[in-house]
């Protein structure tokens, strides 16, 4: 099992706070809401977070300076952090946003938009980790040798496509965290044309019946409203 990662949100918004921590919780990540810029501070002074997504709309100051703030970090260990504005982000704050060119910000309006940012900043990627993805895996009954691109479960040959190999590499690679579609489009089809939802839900119901055949049982959940896991 790899290391729970742990998210620093910062938001005034309560139910903005509640919608992305539960979304990241449901992903695997560990939480800690702060509802403005002093209280996440308080929180970094007790324990380093992996990740921080800060408000660009704090009550007490503004994202960028909170950023800017966790990223230096005094003499410890820069936090890594993401400013975001959210579809409740007041109207002028989005257009101070959009005429400061001081640092970006993430505009969403879902939470995959979050958790897939999130994802990538912990290299889901093969580029980012090429040794990782020739590594034969062994995860519970499931055995993925990516040399010859084969799979076991319980001692039983599953045939898959080399976009199933893929897909199922990618959640097993990642164990209990969620996948959001949309990075999972990215990886597994690349810059391919006319790649829709459609197109992943038929390879999910594809690899499940192939993997329910050896097994009796499912092995690849689906999240709602953000992704798919394997479950082991």
Same mark, same amino acid.
């Given at each position: 099992?790899?290391?729970?990662?742990?998210?620093?949100? +910062? %938001?005034?918004?309560?139910?903005?706070?509640?919608?992305?921590?539960?979304? =990241?919780? +449901?992903?695997?990540?560990?939480?800690?809401?702060?509802?403005?810029?002093?209280?996440?501070?308080?929180?970094?002074?007790?324990? @380093?977070?992996?990740? +921080?997504i800060v408000s660009l709309a704090l009550p007490d100051m503004r994202g960028r300076?909170?950023?800017?703030? =966790?990223?230096? $970090?005094? %003499?410890?260990?820069?936090?890594?952090?993401?400013?975001?504005?959210?579809?409740?982000?007041?109207?002028?704050?989005?257009?101070?946003?959009?005429?400061?060119?001081? @640092?970006?910000?993430?505009?969403?309006?879902?939470? %995959?938009?979050?958790?897939?940012?999130? $994802?990538?900043?912990? %290299?889901?990627?093969?580029?980012? +980790?090429?040794?990782?993805?020739?590594?034969?895996?062994?995860?519970?009954?499931?055995?993925?040798?990516?040399?010859?691109?084969?799979?076991e479960v319980s001692g039983k040959h599953v045939e898959l496509t080399k976009k199933?190999?893929?897909?199922?590499?990618?959640?097993? =690679?990642?164990?209990? @965290?969620?996948?959001?579609?949309?990075?999972?489009?990215?990886?597994?089809?690349?810059?391919?044309?006319?790649?829709?939802? @459609?197109?992943?839900?038929?390879?999910?119901?594809?690899?499940?019946?192939?993997?329910?055949?050896?097994?009796?049982?499912? =092995?690849?959940?689906?999240?709602?409203?953000?992704?798919?896991?394997?479950?082991?």
């Amino acid at each position: 099992m790899s290391e729970v990662r742990h998210i620093l949100i +910062a %938001d005034s918004d309560a139910q903005t706070l509640e919608r992305l921590a539960s979304a =990241l919780r +449901a992903t695997g990540y560990a939480t800690w809401e702060a509802e403005s810029g002093r209280e996440a501070l308080r929180y970094v002074q007790m324990e @380093r977070p992996d990740l +921080a997504i800060v408000s660009l709309a704090l009550p007490d100051m503004r994202g960028r300076d909170l950023a800017r703030i =966790l990223e230096t $970090n005094g %003499d410890k260990e820069p936090i890594r952090t993401i400013v975001a504005a959210g579809p409740g982000t007041p109207a002028e704050d989005t257009a101070m946003m959009e005429e400061s060119a001081e @640092r970006s910000v993430m505009r969403w309006s879902h939470v %995959d938009q979050i958790v897939t940012l999130v $994802n990538e900043a912990f %290299d889901l990627s093969e580029g980012n +980790a090429p040794e990782r993805f020739a590594e034969k895996i062994l995860c519970g009954e499931v055995m993925i040798d990516p040399v010859t691109m084969t799979v076991e479960v319980s001692g039983k040959h599953v045939e898959l496509t080399k976009k199933e190999f893929k897909f199922l590499q990618i959640l097993v =690679l990642n164990e209990e @965290r969620t996948c959001t579609r949309e990075e999972l489009k990215k990886l597994v089809w690349g810059n391919e044309d006319g790649v829709i939802g @459609r197109t992943v839900d038929v390879l999910v119901s594809r690899l499940r019946s192939k993997l329910g055949a050896a097994t009796g049982r499912e =092995l690849v959940s689906t999240v709602r409203g953000i992704g798919y896991r394997f479950t082991a």
